[in-house]
C-alpha cells in the first residue's frame, strides 16, 4: 500500500528564516511526487513535481528514494509563502491502477 | 477563465436528502477526478472518470455515484447523504491519468442536517 506522511500539522517561521516541510513516503516501485499548494481562500494547486526538477516561487524538493523522503524546502520564507502544503504520491496499487495519494498537509505560518 | 467549476459552492442538504453536485472544465482533458476532504484529512479520491470509463476506488461507498454526459461536465451524486458525507467536495481534472498535474476546482462545501 502506498502512505504519505506530512508529520507536522502547522510549522510557524519568521519572515527570512529557511522552511523545510517534511514528506515521507512508503512505496515500493518508483514513485512520482508532487506538491500541491492552497493559498487562503483559493484552490488547491500544483507547486511543483519532481520529474521537472523546477525551482517555483524559490521552492525546490529533491527525491531521497533512501530516506523515502520528498522534502520542500526555501531558503529565506517570505509571508506570501502562508498556506496549506500537501504532499501527493502518484503509483500503482496493488490492483494494477495507478492511484494517487495526498498528506493531510502542513500549514505554513510565516511570522512577519 | 476559471478552468475547473464546481457548483454550488456551498450546498446544504438532509439527512437521506439526495444531492448532487456539479463539475465542469473548459481544459478538454481527459481525466476528471472526485475527492472527498474532511477537516484536517488528506483529499480522498472517490472515483475518476477516463473519458468515458469510470473507475471506482475500493473503498468509496455504493451511496456516492458519478456521471459524466460529455467531456466537460461531471456530476457526483450522493445517494442518501448521512451526517458522515458532511465534507468538502473536490473536483479535478488532469490530461492523463495520475502523473499528471491535477488542476482542481475550488471544491463545494457539503453540510448534512
Known amino acids: 500500500a502506498q502512505r504519505v506522511t506530512q508529520p507536522e500539522k502547522l510549522l510557524s517561521v519568521f519572515k527570512g528564516a529557511p522552511v523545510e516541510l517534511k514528506c515521507n513516503y512508503s512505496y515500493s516501485g518508483s514513485p512520482e511526487l508532487f506538491w500541491y499548494v492552497q493559498y487562503s481562500r483559493q484552490r488547491l494547486q500544483l507547486l511543483l513535481r519532481h520529474i521537472s526538477r523546477e525551482s517555483i516561487k524559490g521552492f525546490t524538493a529533491d527525491l531521497n528514494k533512501g530516506e523515502t523522503s520528498f522534502h520542500l524546502k526555501k531558503p529565506f520564507a517570505q509571508e506570501e509563502d502562508s498556506a496549506m502544503y500537501y504532499c501527493?504520491?502518484?503509483?500503482?496499487?496493488?490492483?494494477?491502477?495507478?492511484?494517487?495519494?495526498f498528506g493531510t498537509g502542513t500549514k505554513l505560518q510565516v511570522i512577519p | 477563465d476559471a478552468m475547473v467549476i464546481q457548483n454550488p459552492r456551498y450546498q446544504v442538504t438532509q439527512f437521506g436528502k439526495p444531492v448532487t453536485l456539479s463539475c465542469s472544465q473548459t481544459?478538454?482533458?481527459?481525466?476528471m477526478y472526485w475527492y472527498q476532504q474532511k477537516s484536517s484529512q488528506a483529499p480522498k479520491l472517490l472515483f475518476h472518470y477516463y473519458d468515458k470509463d469510470f473507475n471506482n476506488e475500493a473503498d468509496t461507498p455504493d451511496n456516492f455515484q458519478s456521471r459524466r454526459p460529455n467531456t466537460s461536465f461531471c456530476f457526483l451524486d450522493i445517494r442518501s447523504p448521512g451526517l458522515g458525507d458532511a465534507a468538502m467536495y473536490l473536483c479535478?481534472?488532469?490530461?492523463?491519468?495520475?502523473?499528471?498535474?491535477?488542476?482542481f476546482g475550488p471544491g463545494t462545501r457539503l453540510t448534512v442536517l
Open positions: 501527493a504520491l502518484s503509483g500503482v496499487n496493488s490492483g494494477g491502477y495507478q492511484k494517487v495519494t
Open positions: 481544459l478538454n482533458h481527459n481525466v
Open positions: 479535478a481534472t488532469s490530461r492523463e491519468e495520475y502523473s499528471d498535474t491535477q488542476y
